[in-house]
């Protein structure tokens, strides 16, 4: 899909190009979405240099300023905790010479007034020492609340990169790592837990026919209506541009094959209104494909065999489930229908 459109607009097949249209026909970044609609809505080529502009904007640019952010305001906690540290070493070292002193004194004192010298000096030096203690208790509970604050926004970076910002659902990167969260420990446990892949039918006739912005409002209704029918342990993903990954722990083949059907009954009825009309799209459909582990079988496999259930779904006529065969279909993906 990515290759026509580097012809149509300007045929710069770079790197840099790949990438700003593969995430905007996969639906990743909806703000570069935004952007190069604006660049290519006057049906002139783009030049290789707005692409890589684009690419620096939105792909390079969206991590690496949340991530400078991150340094900066660490590097800044430090320096203050390090002035406020170096200060209280030092007073607490003045503290303990005017300690040993008085000690040295104390043993030549013949007067009262020589004892009195002796209290008022021990007096300062330890309201000092106190004071810089407050102010050392004052700068740790400070610190503690911007430790806090970055570790936020530090969760939230990492967790954007876990999901997938269309739809809200985890990416590939972000199922893969709660699926090691729930079967690393035991394995054995995968067995026992359907695989569905669905895929929105005659996808690109939506966005043939409606645009990409359209097309991205039914990803994000299909993506509402897998949601609300998991739960639980339920795992959902967005696994391509309009597939999605469900993983259903502890869920025996009827119950995966009855989840299935319950997601594409719920789709069947969405209808979604073109922006600035009063025209309904109706009859979205999605085709599901189920598949049961196999012993010692790893995800990737149980994928391409619920992958292959998926494509004999589309050959029957879309719009339905289907079981995956033991083994998976040889370039099931090559041949089928959309």
Known sequence: MVLPRLAQHGGHYAPTA?????????????????????????????ELAELEKLFAQ??????AAAMEQLQKDLGELLHRIAGVASSCGEGAARHAESLAQAE???????????????????????????KHSEQLQVEVAMSRSTVQQLREHLGALQNEAL??????????????????????????????????????????????????????????????SISGAVKGRDLVARWGGEEFLILLPDTPRNGAMTLAEQVRAA??????????????????????????????????????????????????GRNRVSMADIEPLPAARQQAPR
């Open 58 to 63: 939105h792909v390079i640019g969206r991590d």
């Open 267 to 316: 789709f069947a009825k969405v209808r979604i209104r073109r922006a600035g009309s009063d025209e309904y799209l109706e009859k979205l459909t999605l085709s599901l494909g189920v598949a049961m582990p196999l012993q010692g079988e790893s995800l990737e496999k149980a994928i391409a065999r619920a992958d292959a259930a998926l494509y004999k779904a589309k050959y029957a």
């Open 104 to 130: 040295r004194e104390l043993a030549g004192v013949q007067d009262v007034q020589s004892l009195s010298r002796i209290v008022r000096a021990l007096v300062e030096t330890t309201a000092e020492a106190r």
């Open 163 to 224: 999901k997938d910002p269309l739809t809200g659902l985890l990416n590939r990167r972000g199922l893969e790592r709660e699926f090691q969260r729930a079967f690393e420990a035991a394995p054995a446990d995968f067995e026992g837990c359907g695989v569905l892949i669905a895929d929105i039918d005659h996808f690109k006739r939506i966005n043939d026919n409606y645009g990409h912005l359209f097309g991205d409002q039914v990803i994000r209704a299909a993506a509402q």
């Open 18 to 46: 790949y990438s700003v249209w593969y995430e905007h026909m996969a639906g990743l970044n909806p703000g570069l979405s935004q952007a190069l609609q604006a660049v290519i809505g006057n049906g002139e080529p783009v």
